[in-house]
């Protein structure tokens, strides 16, 4: 299944619905007590889920014509983000891919949706990047699980760009603020469930920056697979459900181009993944 949240004209909140081939249902009216987030719809797990499948066919529809989308993911416990996890980009960038993963955290403020407008100072930076990255929900409670079992702990998938100021990236130690301005964790359109996506190490990623693809690649040249990095992840922290794991970017950034590419003022980005969905963001620089 596939689920958005979506802000119509005359609302004031996002609502999840449930999207179909054209057309999508408001969750929240399709039972009593039925979840208005995808937060709720996490914690609910694999029954209500359930309920939604059984009471959809017979909803009525609604059309995403003119809405507004929100970020796919909200309120999540945590966001981890994975980085230095495709060879290409760390090599691209300079960098070393050490024995363990790369981890840093994401804050909330950072998260947009689809078609939403990200805005920074150019006095802040000038030297603002893409990253197309696979974003995995965790289900449920994950404490040093197996790599074998890791996946039956995932909720589900959405596409994440991971913006970020390289120029402030390579002047501090930590990378959690450079890639944490207001906006620069846009993810969705959609959060697919995992069993519309059989093999995360298996799907075309890709981004394409004012009509130029720049990056143009597959999840399988994970240095860590999705299993491996929630093994991994797992044996030091318990990973609670709705947490959002940001699992790398491919090679291809702007920063390595020469020329370089930067996300300019009026730029727009889009970064997909076949199988998810197609994410666009339009950017603003501010005097």
Request: net charge negative; hydrophobic share 40%.
């Amino acid at each position: 299944m596939r689920f958005a949240h979506v802000l119509h004209p005359a609302a004031t909140e996002p609502r999840l619905v449930l999207v179909r081939e054209d057309d999508a249902v408001y969750v929240d009216e399709l039972f009593p007590g039925a979840p208005t987030r995808l937060s709720e719809l996490v914690a609910g797990g694999d029954d209500v889920l359930a309920r939604i499948a059984a009471a959809a066919p017979a909803a009525p529809a609604t059309s995403l014509e003119g809405v507004a989308f929100a970020s796919a993911v909200d309120d999540p416990p945590v966001i981890l983000a994975v980085g230095l996890n495709y060879a290409a980009h760390s090599g691209e960038l300079g960098l070393k891919t050490d024995a363990t993963p790369t981890v840093f955290v994401l804050w909330p403020n950072s998260l947009a949706g689809h078609e939403q407008t990200t805005s920074w100072p150019r006095s802040l930076s000038e030297s603002v990047d893409y990253e197309a990255e696979l974003g995995v929900i965790i289900g449920r409670h994950t404490k040093d699980v197996a790599a074998a079992d890791a996946l039956d702990h995932v909720w589900g998938y959405t596409v994440v760009n991971d913006i970020t100021a390289r120029d402030i990236q390579f002047s501090e130690a930590q990378w959690s603020r450079c890639k944490s301005f207001d906006g620069f964790t846009p993810t969705g359109p959609y959060a697919v469930t995992r069993d519309e996506i059989p093999d995360p190490q298996d799907l075309h990623i890709w981004t394409i920056v004012d009509g130029t693809t720049v990056q143009d690649a597959s999840t399988g040249q994970m240095v860590r697979s999705v299993a491996t990095l929630i093994a991994q992840l797992s044996q030091s922290v318990t990973l609670l459900p709705g947490t959002l794991i940001s699992t790398g970017s491919p090679g291809g950034a702007g920063y390595s181009r020469d020329p370089q590419i930067f996300l300019r003022d009026r730029s727009t980005v889009t970064v997909g993944i076949d199988g998810i969905g197609a994410l666009t963001t339009h950017c603003r620089m501010t005097d």
